[in-house]
Structure formats: C-alpha cells, structure tokens
C-alpha cells in the first residue's frame, strides 16, 4: 500500500491509536500523510511524541488520551503544550498505567479489567466516568475497572515486514506495538524494509514479531519513516531537527513555517530538506 492509500481508509472522527513511545519508532511519513490529508476530529491514543503535537497544531485531533507526550530531551512536547494550554482538545489524561491497562482490556475484548492503579490519586476525579468494582471473592477489595480502550485503527513502524503480513521490530524495548494493534479494528504498518517472505528471509529473527499477521491490514514500505524518531537498530532520533522543530512552536507562525518546508513538499521533498537517506542512517541512537 501506498501512504496515500492507508491514509485513504481513514475517515473524520477515528479512534487511532500510535504506536511507538515518545521521540522513539513513531510511524511519522503515515502521520506526514495525514497532515496532508483534510481528516479531522480524530481522537488519538498514544505514549505521545512529535506526532501528538503536529497532529494538534494542524487543527486535526478533537481529543487525546495518553500517558505522556515528550521528546525526552524535551520534557513536554511543545506543540501539545501550546494546544493543552490553550484549551483547544479534549484530554483524557492517564498515567502510563492505567493507558496500558485499558489497551489491555481492549487487546482481550474484555470490557475492563481491575487494576489498583490510580486508585488514591485523583484519576477518578478527572475522570469522573470511571467507575470501583468490588472483588467477588473473599477480600472483597474495591478496584479501579479501567474501561478498555477500543481503537478503529493502530498505525506502527517496524523493522522488516513482508507481503503476507509478518512483521518483525528490532531493539532492546517493543514498547507496547503489540497491544495497539491487538486493541485496532484494524491495523497499518510502515516498515524499513519489505520482503517477499520473513520466513525464509530472516527465520533467525522470528521472535521479534510483536504481534500476529491477521492484526496488520496493510503494509507500506518507508525507509527512514520514523524520522525525525529514533527506530532501533537502524537509526537514532534527529535531536537537531527535533530542537530546530521545538524552537518553532515559539515562532507566531512557526507551525505553518515548518509545515511549508517539511511537509508540505511531500515524503521525498522532506527527504531532500532533511538532508537524504545518508543522513538518516548516520544518526546515532541514544545511549542511556
């Protein structure tokens, strides 16, 4: 599938989910598309990074629901802080917690699950459509029944994939991609490299499929489509690009700046202002 074509299947007022977690394995030439696109009201789930804020700052998404949306070294992401400031999207503000446990809920087709999470905290009071259970057994503990968080669509980049569906994502940490396309209707993936067959192409690394082949609805080929986040193993974030992006959100029109000089001239015009595969590929990725 074309980018075009996957962004094709979506419509106004979508629960999508992003895979991914903060400035690291972002589908970002799927949220470039988007941006692109005239979709709107989206309501977007995620351990956010720059693709929550570009998404807000192109008037795209009616609601949020997430954990956290940094660039790291960039505690809050600039753009999601100008839009939460401002008042101008509807949040649903968990901890990471209770963000995996509803995806887990929805991952199992369950309605909730019970989760001490969040419980003494003022979750329920910002949330005051959660609701307790009481254990049915002898404890009888009240619990936090986290709702499941139901996505129309999840949108994941990955290392390899293959025409059948397989895929497969490099690295020490697979965040929680697994649960985003389980919890997804349906689910999207672009991948750094396309093969005919994983199985037989790259049989050593089969356990690093995050999740089963009926879940994936499409796969694009986009080398480099995580810029400017990191994708474990084949290239770290663009902390330049990032901080030059950031320092934009400062600008009275440093969105629409940024949008006309990387967006706007379409996944192999931003290639060309980014400075080319090379320069992808040359960036390291962090060390902690």
Known sequence: MSLSSVVGQLRDGMTIGVGGWGPRRKPMALIREILRSDLKDLTVVAYGGPEIGMLCAAGKVKKLMYG??????????????????AGTVEVNELDEGLLLIGLQAAAHRLPFLPTRVGLGSDVLT??????TVRSPYDDGETLLAMPAIRLDVALIHVSRADRLGNTQTDGPDPYFDGLFARAAERSFVTTEMLVDRLDLAHSDTAKTNLFERCFVSGVTLA?????????HDAYGWDSAHLRAYAASAAEPDGWSRYYQDYVAPGEAGYLDRIGGASHIRSLPLPVF
Request: aromatic fraction near 16%.
């Open 126 to 131: 910002y949330n005051p459509e959660f609701r």
């Open 223 to 231: 080398p480099g489509g995580a810029h400017p986040t990191a994708a």
């Open 68 to 85: 956290f949306v940094s660039l790291d070294a960039i505690p809050i992401e600039p753009y999601f802080r100008k839009a939460r400031e």
